[in-house]
Every structure is written in C-alpha cells, then in structure tokens.
Nanobody, 118 residues
Framework: QVQLVESGGGLVQAGGSLRLSCAAS????????MGWYRQAPGKQRELVAI???????NYADSVKGRFTISRDNAKNTVYLQMNSLKREDTGVYFC????????????WGQGTQVTVSS
C-alpha cells in the first residue's frame, strides 16, 4: 500500500506565497519522477512542475520564475514553493509520483485546495 499525503494549501491574497508538501509512505522501493499538477474549476488537470530523483526540473511556462519544486529523497517528500501568486493559480493541486514497488506506476495524492484572492 502506498499513500501520497499533501499539505500546505489554503487561502492567500494575490502576491502572496504558499508552500505545498507531499509525503509518500508505504511499501516503496524507489521513486522516480515526482510532480505537482493542478485543476481549476471547469478545466482539465495540467502539469505545474516535475522533478526527477536526480534533481532535474521542468515547469509550466505559466509558473516559471514564481514556483520552485524540490524534493527530499530521504523523506520521500516533494515540495512546491509558490511565490507571487495570481488569481489564475487557484485550483486543486495534486501530487504525483512514479513509484517502484512490484513494478513502476504513478500514484496520486488526494489534492489540496489553493485559493488566491484579489
């Protein structure tokens, strides 16, 4: 059994900051790519940022320069530091991890709400 548990969402004013965390637990052999996705009301889920186990990162153009993804491999945890938040960053943020157990497959967290007010 594997669980991804997110935390750190909430309500923030435009221009503010939030830090999301996602911890993976359970029977895990290794974790490859970890990432954050978001889904705004009425829209499809979209990639925000991903990070490999070697530390390489990739960001959506809309968050480059404002968001920073990082991970602590020893804790099986990925973080998303979000600065200069905009109203359009509002949505449910989901953690994703490619986890090696009996085979390699993606796992999702339950999501955490981020609301940016003007």
């Amino acid at each position: 059994q594997v669980q991804l548990v997110e935390s750190g969402g909430g309500l923030v004013q435009a221009g503010g900051s939030l830090r999301l965390s996602c911890a993976a637990s359970g029977s895990i052999f290794s974790i490859n790519v970890m990432g954050w996705y978001r889904q705004a009301p009425g829209k499809q889920r979209e990639l925000v940022a991903i990070i490999t186990n070697g530390g390489s990162t990739n960001y959506a153009d809309s968050v480059k320069g404002r968001f920073t993804i990082s991970r602590d491999n020893a804790k099986n945890t990925v973080y998303l530091q979000m600065n200069s938040l905009k109203r359009e960053d509002t949505g449910v943020y989901f953690c994703n991890a490619e986890i090696q157990r009996l085979g390699l497959r993606p796992y999702w967290g339950q999501g955490t709400q981020v609301t940016v007010s003007s």
